[in-house]
């Protein structure tokens, strides 16, 4: 009983046996702890049904995103993915979340288009689930960071299942940081804000068991039971989501700030309804005042209380059937319908409902030919759609209402910036797999066929993109300091075939030394929509851009080495330090491994004839939008070369599809009969990482290629130093913001946007971690990593403002190179089970009743806050982009200030040669335009993750295999303020675009590098819940 059998993982337990009674038998069973693995170089971590249901990360957060995938977070070497806004699954060895793969029942479960788990299964549906981490078998081919490996439940011979129900209310939980500056109150007196909304069901039931089926004919039974042969398992669950939507960071003008807006002339009569129409009015002048033509306009805080819920029908049928002793076949089916508000929009006005339909279903045939040859197949289909759409909102003489971003108010007035979209995926899957016992070789070898038919629509930014640096600007309706729209778009088609290829050899050199040789095959078609990019072959430039099909490669083999040595020693000081056979083993591992390009890069990189990116500046015409803005109408005819190029703005090289290497070694111990511990390191190199560029633009000022800048002072400078400097803001103007030979070749007009394959990450972990399995009514693991990532990027799109997507010069990566957005050098984990032994066996029936058969379970988390860029908030080097650009550091200022710059000017022409800072006891000053900055990415720590999630329990047993509980979970038992960008619990994606006021200087709010007023403090929620198991 002290076997484990893990999911995907062959199990192998040296055994003496000897001749016994007839009828004796050794059972192997599923679902414990493998305290020390002794024959592969894989790093697991599994939990079994109960650590699913009963610790509390597996229904943190509201909407049933992750579920299961959060368990991840309790192994070593699994940090939180923060506020970078993509990807499932959180940083597994140093990889990037959408670099980890989603396994259901042995099938796809990934999302092409977005990467993370598509179907969802609830915490109630799980037999097993298991996370394998960066060295894993060569039969694992796709994706190189985790393995997130989930089994749903089967029926047995003995009818089993649950009722159960989860709920939360607003009045149980604590008050967010984020409510409380907005003036809500949990006993409100007259005027106060009441506490908004907050309410969520989660509850249903299952039932498995063997198929009873009537019984036709005459005599005999009328119905037949098929115990051993025929098993069903189904299981219904409703989820409902109940909110009031809130958005943070966000201030808006009071009533009085209105009134004094219309009262300015020279206003934009159409800028200034728009902003009364969707602005909520602040409540009082709790963040300071903007400046609207020298007129002074009191602001404040705003928190918003819209209706947002989501509601979710989820049902399971398993069967299986065992037709032989050496034959059996499973079949799975899943089916989600699920509708919420896409609250992705900054304004609740603008909120619409989005629709989405999963449906999964397997069918697994098990053949044993003989006792040394085994057979798997699987087929699959699986199916996905979801639809995004806009409000009907009119912006007065613009043709779609475009998204404004006022960078002094920290807020965006427009629909979702991704809306409109939908996304429809159709899933074809065959694998099949073949296990062959040779002597002591265990050979393994397969193929995994995928013919995936996806239609998408994503066209980032298609109603128009605007941001000014004021208010005071959008309302004199000038032209925005960025503009740019996406014109044309059309339906991409993801369509592409996929096939993995894996051979494995396990080879048992000696009884304790085990040799793990792989190497597994990807292939990954181009899909069909980027190979529309032959369209624009009549703009290609040969040895500079060719527009053609990218080329698809068809040689990624990726080796597998490892090995698992057990030492034995039965005495002396080595027996105190290994022990006896299988109590220790000594293991390391090389691999390599490939990711998954997914479809929201090429959805972005359509040729002109399909979609064009149309840009403005400041430099643009008065009066923009009162002239329409950016024209949504594409420019046609392109029958000639140079109209081609001078459209163009994307560009899909050929297939290079990203890889890591790993390496590993670790030692583990067993000690007593329950316990274990771990010594671990790990490292990994990403190689070939998705980085987004402009091929053709570079900055005006890049030092570190000659284009030198403006110096900014501290101190004010005199005169006669300020005449005596040669440099001029109109001298820099001057130079090109296209790179010559691109210029040279027609493309200086638009910026030609490619997601590269040349982003480069290394991290390197150490790792310990103790183990108990249960006994004694104990279990538990506990785990400290110290570990240190580096990147040069870590978003590929517009997820987060923290730690941009695109670079500050787009022709030196390397200067990028710095601490990742994904680096916590320090996270501590602990989690248990305990069942508290009071009363547990007492022979007073009401005593073992009322007082006995209680539990605790819970997790604590320490992690290393993110590490976040400070951005000057203008294109202070002048490449047309503000996106990546740095700050300056002042090294004596006082951290955490932030100042803004006045330009210095020569007397003799009055030309700007430099800047002051205003304040130069601050820490980070404003980059001027044309000026130089002086500081990395990631250069400010937010606040970390110190988070207790406990779960309070309570069985009343009704017989030996039925239960009634009640269950209380505490999800930041102990309300500490936790100011972090992401969740403290869960390895769902947080998008933080919208968080520009946090770490961008200009223009200068009270929020800058102030966690504590943008971030949520994460407060208690309380969660009660029923279940009945029988």
Do not use: C
């Amino acid at each position: 009983s002290d076997v484990s059998v893990q999911i995907n993982q062959s199990t192998d337990i040296p055994t003496q046996l000897t001749v016994g009674g007839v009828g004796e038998t050794v059972e192997v069973t599923a679902g414990g702890t493998e305290l020390v693995d002794t024959t592969t170089a894989n790093l697991s971590k599994s939990f079994n049904a109960r650590q699913v249901s009963e610790l509390a990360q597996t229904s943190a957060g509201g909407l049933p995103g992750a579920g299961v995938n959060n368990l991840a977070l309790i192994a070593p070497g699994v940090s939180s993915s923060g506020g970078v806004g993509v990807g499932m699954g959180g940083s597994v060895g140093g990889q990037r979340p959408r670099n980890n793969n989603f396994m259901l029942d042995g099938v796809d479960n990934n999302d092409k288009s977005v990467t993370g788990s598509q179907s969802y299964i609830s915490p109630e549906e799980v037999a097993e689930f298991s996370l394998l981490q960066n060295q894993f078998s060569a039969e694992f081919a796709r994706s190189n960071g985790g393995q997130f490996i989930t089994v749903t439940k089967s029926g047995t011979n003995d009818f089993h299942g649950s009722f159960y129900g989860f709920f939360r209310n607003r009045y149980l939980n604590a008050l967010d940081n984020l409510q409380k500056q907005a003036g809500i109150t949990r006993d409100p007196a007259d005027g106060d804000n009441f506490l908004p909304r907050s309410d969520f069901f989660r509850g249903g039931a299952n039932l498995g068991g063997p198929v009873i089926l009537p019984s036709f004919g005459e005599g005999g039974p009328s119905f037949k039971s098929f115990r051993d042969k025929l098993f069903f398992f189904t299981s219904y669950e409703r989820l409902h989501l109940g909110t009031a939507a809130g958005a943070a960071g966000i201030v808006t003008p009071t009533a009085a700030g209105f009134a004094t807006l219309s009262t300015i002339p020279g206003l934009s009569a159409t800028n200034l309804g728009v902003l009364r129409d969707f602005l909520p009015v602040a409540p009082s002048n709790n963040s300071g005042t903007i400046s609207v033509l020298g007129r002074t306009i009191p602001i404040g805080t705003v928190a918003f209380s819209a209706p947002n819920f989501f509601k979710q029908n989820h049902v399971v049928a398993n069967i299986d059937y065992n037709q032989s002793a050496a034959t059996q076949y499973r079949f799975r089916f899943t089916m989600t319908n699920s509708a919420g508000v896409d609250n992705f929009a900054n304004l609740p006005i603008f909120f619409t409902t989005a629709p989405s339909k999963q449906r999964l279903f397997s069918a697994t045939i098990l053949h044993n030919f003989t006792t040394n040859l085994i057979n798997e197949t699987r087929i699959a289909f699986r199916r996905s759609t979801s639809t995004t759409l806009v409000p009907g909102f009119n912006f007065p003489g613009l043709d779609s209402f475009p998204n404004i971003t006022l960078d002094d108010l920290g807020v965006n007035i427009g629909p979702n910036q991704n809306a409109p979209q939908f996304r429809i995926e159709n899933n074809y899957q065959v694998i099949n797999n073949v296990t062959y016992l040779a002597g002591d070789h265990t050979f393994k070898f397969g193929g995994d066929f995928r013919n995936i038919i996806s239609p998408q629509r994503f066209v980032q930014r298609e109603r128009g993109d605007y941001e000014y640096l004021n208010t005071e600007d959008f309302l004199r309706d000038v032209s925005p300091v960025f503009g740019e729209r996406n014109v044309g778009g059309n339906t991409y088609y993801g369509n592409q075939r996929i096939l993995y290829g894996f051979a494995q050899d396990d080879w048992r050199i000696r009884q304790n030394l085990t040799l793990n040789l792989g190497v597994s095959y990807s292939y990954q078609e181009v899909p069909v929509g980027a190979k529309f990019q032959a369209a624009n072959a009549i703009a290609s430039v040969p040895g500079l851009l060719e527009f053609r099909a990218p080329k698809t490669q068809k040689k990624n083999f990726a080796p597998k080495v490892g090995f698992a040595y057990s030492p034995n020693f039965d005495g002396g000081m080595l027996g105190r330090i290994f022990g006896a056979s299988g109590k220790s083993s000594i293991r390391a591992g090389f691999s390599m491994g490939y990711d998954y390009i997914f479809d929201n890069l090429y959805v972005l990189s359509n040729p002109p004839q399909a979609q064009q990116t149309i840009d403005v500046d400041e430099s643009g015409p008065a009066n923009f939008l009162a002239n329409g803005g950016i024209s949504p109408v594409p420019t046609g005819g392109l029958t000639d070369a140079a109209t081609a190029r001078a459209v163009t703005s994307s560009f899909i090289p050929d297939q290079e599809v990203p890889y890591s290497i790993t390496y590993t070694a670790s030692f583990q111990r067993q000690f007593h009969k329950d316990w274990s511990f771990e010594l671990r390191y790990l490292g990994t190199r990403g190689v070939h990482l998705i980085t987004q560029n402009r091929l053709n633009t570079q900055a005006k000022v890049a030092p570190e290629s000659g284009l030198r800048g403006l110096p900014t002072f501290l101190a004010a400078p005199s005169q006669a130093q300020l005449n005596a400097l040669t440099l001029t803001l109109d001298n820099i103007n001057a130079r090109s913001n296209y790179v010559a030979r691109f210029a040279n070749a027609g493309f200086n007009n638009a910026r030609v946007v490619a997601f590269l394959s040349n982003g480069n990450s290394t991290y390197h972990g150490g790792s310990a971690q103790v183990q108990k399995r249960f006994s004694n009514g104990l279990q538990g693991t506990f785990a400290y990593t110290f570990s240190h990532l580096i990147d040069d990027t870590t978003a590929e799109v517009f997820s987060t403002v923290l730690s941009p997507r695109r670079v500050e010069d787009f022709q030196n990566l390397r200067r990028e190179r710095a601490d990742s957005a994904l680096d916590h050098r320090h996270r501590f984990v602990a989690s248990w089970i305990y069942e508290l032994p009071f009363f547990r066996t007492s022979s007073n029936g009401f005593l073992k009743t009322a007082l006995g058969g209680f539990s605790i379970a819970g997790t604590y988390s320490a992690e290393s806050g993110e590490k976040i860029t400070v951005r000057t908030g203008n294109d202070a080097n002048l490449n047309g982009d503000a996106a990546g650009d740095r700050a300056i550091l002042n090294p004596a200022g006082t951290e955490g200030i932030g100042s803004l710059v006045t330009p210095l000017r020569r007397s003799t022409d009055n030309a700007i040669v430099g800047y002051l800072a205003v304040n130069p006891n601050a820490r980070y000053i404003q980059t001027g335009n044309g000026a130089e900055s002086n500081i990395g990415r990631n250069t400010f720590q937010l606040p970390g993750i110190n988070n207790f999630d406990i779960s309070l329990f309570k069985n009343f047993r009704v017989s030996e295999s039925k239960y009634f509980q009640l269950r209380a979970d505490f999800f930041n038992a102990f309300n500490h303020p936790q100011y972090v960008p992401g969740s403290v619990n869960t390895v769902d994606a947080t998008n933080t675009s919208g968080l520009t006021t946090l770490n961008q200087i200009a223009p200068l709010t009270t929020d800058f590098l102030r966690p504590d007023r943008v971030l949520s403090s994460n407060p208690r929620v309380i969660q009660l819940a029923a279940r009945f198991n029988f």
